[in-house]
């Protein structure tokens, strides 16, 4: 058996003159969760849709659990679970009806039915609910329900395309909190695209940046942030504001940037052993009230916008 539950070797998809997915090849390994970032229209909504068997590609191909995604789709449809955008259902079912339908659909075996439905609906915190109707959920139930319908096939993939948009601040957390037991009491393997990257980076142990249909890196966060630039934030908290602080650092070679907010300083250097404590010299000959000195990690915003930039430049 391969190590990795999806394997995609060279897809392409083209809409005219539009490349939407331009010759894109990773992996993602069984029992982990890989993360689809980039702009509105980057080809990651086109990727997931020929993964899932939705849409056929142009050239090259892809394996969910060892099958291949156009010579055998039912297979693969077998292997995964798909919660869209915008997940819908029809409002005057009952989630009970909802589900033993999908029972039906998915030819999950009569006796395993029902105890497959009250799983599942106990894991999504669905269970007192299942005889309501599904019109009178809230945004965040339906997200929960969208899940719960996802897994009825137990997948090996489970592909999740934007799960917490439009929740709460806790309907998203709750959600986020979800996925990842889910993953870890469960060994499923996640795809998911989302914008909200302190999101992607609370789940996904990798991440896939694309632009114009491009696949620009993949590799874990930790990784990119070691690669993705050549430049490092170094922070700096005063006990108070101090101008002259900043003018200097300013003339200090090798600084790039200073962004200042009151008594906090985010120095942007060049990744050099020797900046550490040449910055830290430079303040300490003109203030000695430092609350606080140290490394400031690049957000995965960070480096998908420096990833963006350098691809255009």
Do not use: W
Request: hydrophobic share 40%; net charge negative.
């Amino acid at each position: 058996m391969s190590p990795f539950a999806v394997e995609v070797k060279n897809l392409s998809k083209h809409y005219g003159k539009l490349k939407a997915v331009d010759n894109v090849s990773f992996q993602v390994r069984r029992g982990s969760s890989f993360g689809l970032l980039g702009l509105n229209g980057a080809g990651k909504t086109t990727t997931f849709k020929m993964l899932v068997s939705l849409i056929r590609p142009d050239r090259g191909t892809a394996f969910i659990d060892g099958f291949d995604v156009v010579k055998e789709p039912m297979k693969v449809r077998a292997r995964i679970g798909y919660v869209a955008e915008n997940p819908s259902f029809y409002p005057r079912m009952s989630t009970q009806e909802l589900l033993m339908y999908l029972c039906r659909l998915l030819d999950v075996p009569p006796g395993e039915r029902q105890p497959r439905i009250d799983r599942n609906l106990d894991l999504v915190g669905l269970v007192d609910k299942k005889n309501e109707y599904i019109g009178t959920y809230s945004r965040g139930m339906r997200h929960r329900l969208a899940l719960a319908q996802a897994l009825l096939s137990e997948p090996q993939v489970l592909f999740l395309d934007e799960p917490t948009l439009g929740l709460d601040p806790l309907g998203a957390k709750s959600m986020r909190e979800l996925i990842i037991r889910l993953q870890s009491e469960h060994e499923v393997s996640i795809m998911m695209s989302s914008h909200v990257l302190p999101e992607v980076e609370a789940i996904c142990s990798e991440v896939g940046i694309f632009d114009h249909g491009r696949l620009l890196a993949q590799d874990s966060i930790a990784n990119l942030r070691s690669t993705a630039s050549d430049t490092m934030n170094i922070e700096v908290i005063l006990d108070e504001p101090d101008e002259a602080v900043d003018n200097a650092l300013r003339r200090l070679p090798g600084v790039q940037e200073v962004e200042s907010q009151g008594a906090s300083l985010t120095v942007r250097v060049q990744k050099d052993e020797e900046m550490r404590p040449r910055v830290l010299d430079c303040v300490r000959e003109i203030h000695s009230g430092i609350l606080y000195f140290g490394i400031k990690e690049s957000s995965l915003e960070d480096i998908l916008l420096r990833l963006l930039e350098n691809n255009r430049s």
